[in-house]
């Protein structure tokens, strides 16, 4: 039992260190927040499908980058429950494929890439709006849903192929 806590402790900060690292190189290239924003970091949104671990990772993990990136607090507070929100949807999906055959898990693996998409275009674009005074919404929920769509659906996807 006691191997089981430090690989989930170890799992969980790896990738709470890796999704800090990576916001850094996109904020460094000017990517990573915005009305624009394409963070590589986004892409280890589809790790709950393979390690409950990855959710408490990514909430650390993107509350750290938002910290350093200097975020204002509202994209601190909302873009990491954001990040929360989309992994536990990504975990539940992961979850739901067990006992399941082939043909459905391959489903669903093809679905993980989307709570976090979805959490992030619902929650993202009123921030932009309130703490930054990003306007129209209606193009940050374009500009914000296909980032996402390129860095978890894309990139994510071809993450959890290598893994897997």
């Known amino acids: 039992m006691k191997n089981k806590n430090v690989l989930y402790l170890t799992q969980a900060a790896m990738i709470a260190a890796l999704y800090v690292v990576l916001t850094m190189i996109a904020n460094a290239l000017g990517i990573a927040?915005?009305?624009?924003?394409?963070?590589f970091s986004e892409a280890l949104t589809v790790l709950p499908f393979l390690t409950p671990?990855?959710?408490?990772?990514?909430f650390i993990?993107?509350?750290?980058?938002?910290l350093v990136t200097g975020a204002m607090l509202p994209?601190?507070?909302?873009g990491s429950l954001a990040t929360l929100i989309g992994a536990i949807g990504t975990w539940m999906l992961g979850k739901a494929t067990i006992g399941k055959d082939e043909k459905q898990k391959k489903l669903f693996t093809w679905l993980s890439p989307l709570p976090p998409i979805l959490a992030n275009a619902v929650i993202i674009p009123p921030v932009l709006k309130?703490?930054?005074?990003?306007?129209p919404m209606w193009f940050s929920v374009i500009t914000v849903t296909a980032g996402e769509i390129i860095s978890c659906g894309i990139f994510g996807l071809?993450?959890?192929?290598?893994?897997?």
């Open 75 to 78: 994209d601190i507070i909302f």
């Open 33 to 39: 927040s915005g009305n624009i924003q394409v963070r």
């Open 158 to 164: 071809i993450l959890l192929a290598a893994l897997k």
């Open 61 to 66: 993990g993107c509350l750290i980058a938002n």
């Open 130 to 135: 309130y703490a930054y005074g990003i306007l």
């Open 53 to 58: 671990a990855a959710v408490p990772g990514l």
